[in-house]
Structure formats: structure tokens, C-alpha cells
């Protein structure tokens, strides 16, 4: 089998653009639903749903195009990080699944809509913490036997994977809050700004948290951060989070709008640099690069001239629905 390098690194790039477009465009949603038991019954609640219904159902394309791209580009991590991660992945699918048929059925059952909000509020914050806990045993490292998974059932379940699923649940709570403060006005805007403070102070606490202890986990992590000179750079990160959490706190004060919704997926993005750092080029860490386990030139040429179509199509299809649907949001239900 003959791996084209280059072309290897494009796939991991695609996969990684994918993977992080979900977060943006999922993660605010989700979001909407771990706050929703602290809206008020009525206006706050139908604003928050209205928010995210002209949207939400596409936002998962990229999930689909991440989870489809790895089993494609990359067969070999494939198979070993399925297996080993299977409960938390299987838990995510189910509370992606609970939530949306509980988001369309709060406003056709009217009679029962207390019942299904919490059930909105479940599946967001089981798919949530599942996608937290799925980073983090990825991170921690998965056991290798030869080109399989070697490790047992619950591998996956550490303390350190409990605190990436809870970070991460918080983090998508900060980017509901400030979605909100973009799409909404009156008491739901007032609400999501003092939700948007508490929720910044949890979030950056959670990413110096998960920082710090990633550094632990593997020598090869520290290496990548602290060696010098490759320290010159990675302290860059950092430093960009306390320049990001400074305009944070401003644009709150100074009752911004969009601003903080774009500043909290700074923070995202910063720390997606951070795992970048931590990882490459190994997608199962510390056991299989990228070139180990892409899939032969041809199969990846082949994919990657569907991705060249299809990938610009679902931009542009999705930046004209978020365009179409601009504005703040009334209270009238979605049909």
C-alpha cells in the first residue's frame, strides 16, 4: 500500500475543520439545552428554542462528515478508536437523537411540553458530557495490539476523561449564553448575560484545568509544550486565552452582542490549537500517526475530489441559512 504524505495531512486537516465546525455550529445549541431548566416557563424558554430552530438539525452534518471522513481517510484509527470508545460514542448518538425528537415534539404536545423540555435538557447534556468524556479517553491514550484496540470495556471511564465531559458541558453552556445575547432582546438577553459571566469563569477555569492536567498524562505532552524552543510558540496559547477572556469580560460590561458569542469561540478555537499541539501527528496517541493509519493514495484521491465539491456546497448552504434566519427571534412557536 502506498500512503501519500501530503495527502494524508489534507485529510487530517479536513477531518479536523469538520470536527471543529461542529463544535461551533452544535455546540451553542447544545448549549440552549443544558441552560433550558434555568429559563422561565413561557417567553424565555420559546425565545431560546427559537433561537436554534431554523438551524439545528444541519449544525450535525459536520459530525457526520468528521465521523464519515475518519472511517474513510483513515480506516486503521478507525478501528481501534471505535472500539475502544464505544459506550461514550453510543451514549452521545442516543442523546442526539432524545433531544431532537424532544425539540420537535415540546411544541406538537403541548400537553405533555414540561415532559419533553426535560427531556431537551437530557439528551443536551448527555451528548454534551459524552463528547467531553470521548475527547478525553482519546487523549489520555487508547491501548494498541498490534493494529487493534487492546484494552477492555471501560478503559474509557477515568478521572480525567469525567473532567473533559463536565468542561466541555460547560463550555457549550457559555456558547448558549452568548448566542442568546446575540438573538434575543429584553429579560431572555438579560438572563444570558448574567448566565454568560458565571459560565466564563467556569469555562476558563475548566481549560486551565484540562491543560494542566493533560500535561501529566504523557511525558511526550510536556515535551510538546514546555521543551524549549518549541516553547516560544506554544506559550502563545496561553497568553491568547487571557487576551480572549480579557475582551470576554469587556464585551460583557460593555453590553456587546455578537462580540461575546465570537470571543467564546475564540476560546474554542484556541483550545482545538492546544489539542492540535498535544496530538499530532498521532491521531491515537501516542501509537498511530496520521500516515499509519490513512487509507491508500487512491482512496483518499478519490474522496477528496467528493470533498472538494461537497464540502464547499454544505458552506454555502449553511452560511445562507444562518443569513436568511439573522435577526432577533420572537416567541411564536416553531413549526
Known amino acids: 500500500m502506498y500512503v501519500n504524505t501530503d495527502l494524508a495531512t489534507i485529510w487530517a486537516g479536513i477531518i479536523a475543520f469538520a470536527i471543529f465546525a461542529y463544535i461551533v455550529m452544535d455546540g451553542f445549541d447544545l448549549g440552549i439545552g443544558i441552560l433550558f431548566p434555568v429559563f422561565g416557563v413561557g417567553e424565555e424558554r420559546d425565545q431560546a428554542m427559537n433561537s436554534i430552530a431554523p438551524v439545528w438539525d444541519g449544525n450535525e452534518t459536520w459530525l457526520v462528515l468528521g465521523g464519515g471522513g475518519l472511517f474513510a481517510a483513515f480506516p486503521l484509527a478507525y478501528a481501534i478508536i471505535m472500539p475502544a470508545l464505544y459506550p461514550p460514542i453510543i451514549a452521545m448518538l442516543l442523546g442526539l437523537v432524545f433531544r431532537g425528537v424532544a425539540f420537535e415534539a415540546r411544541w406538537r404536545d403541548p400537553g405533555h411540553r414540561r415532559w419533553w423540555d426535560l427531556a431537551f435538557t437530557l439528551g443536551s447534556v448527555v451528548a454534551a458530557f459524552a463528547q467531553g468524556v470521548t475527547l478525553g479517553a482519546l487523549l489520555q491514550g487508547v491501548e494498541v495490539d498490534g493494529r487493534a484496540y487492546g484494552g477492555g470495556w471501560l478503559d474509557w471511564f477515568t478521572p480525567f476523561s469525567m473532567l473533559t465531559g463536565v468542561s ?12 442568546l445575547i446575540w438573538k434575543t432582546e429584553g429579560g431572555t438577553q438579560a438572563h444570558a448575560y448574567r448566565l454568560a459571566a458565571r ?6 477555569a475548566a481549560i486551565a484545568a484540562v491543560s494542566a492536567s493533560t500535561l501529566t498524562l504523557e511525558y511526550a505532552y510536556y515535551q510538546r509544550w514546555l521543551a524549549y ?16 477572556a480579557f475582551a470576554f469580560y469587556r ?36 501509537s498511530v500517526t496520521i500516515w499509519q493509519a490513512a487509507a491508500p493514495e487512491s482512496s483518499q484521491l478519490f474522496m477528496l475530489a467528493g470533498a472538494a465539491v461537497l464540502v ?14 439573522r435577526g432577533k427571534v420572537g416567541t411564536e412557536g416553531y413549526h
Open 168 to 179: 466541555l458541558v460547560a463550555g457549550y453552556a457559555l456558547l448558549g449564553a452568548t448566542w
Open 199 to 204: 459560565f466564563g469563569v467556569i469555562t476558563l
Open 229 to 244: 524552543p518549541g516553547i516560544l510558540l506554544t506559550a502563545q496559547v496561553p497568553l491568547l486565552v487571557g487576551i480572549f
Open 251 to 286: 464585551s460583557l460590561k460593555k453590553q456587546r452582542e455578537a462580540r461575546p458569542f465570537l470571543l467564546a469561540l475564540g476560546l474554542f478555537a484556541l483550545s482545538f490549537v492546544g489539542l492540535g499541539i498535544s496530538m499530532f501527528p498521532y491521531i491515537v496517541p501516542d
Open 312 to 325: 464547499p456546497v454544505i458552506l454555502i448552504y449553511t452560511g445562507w441559512a444562518y443569513w436568511v434566519f
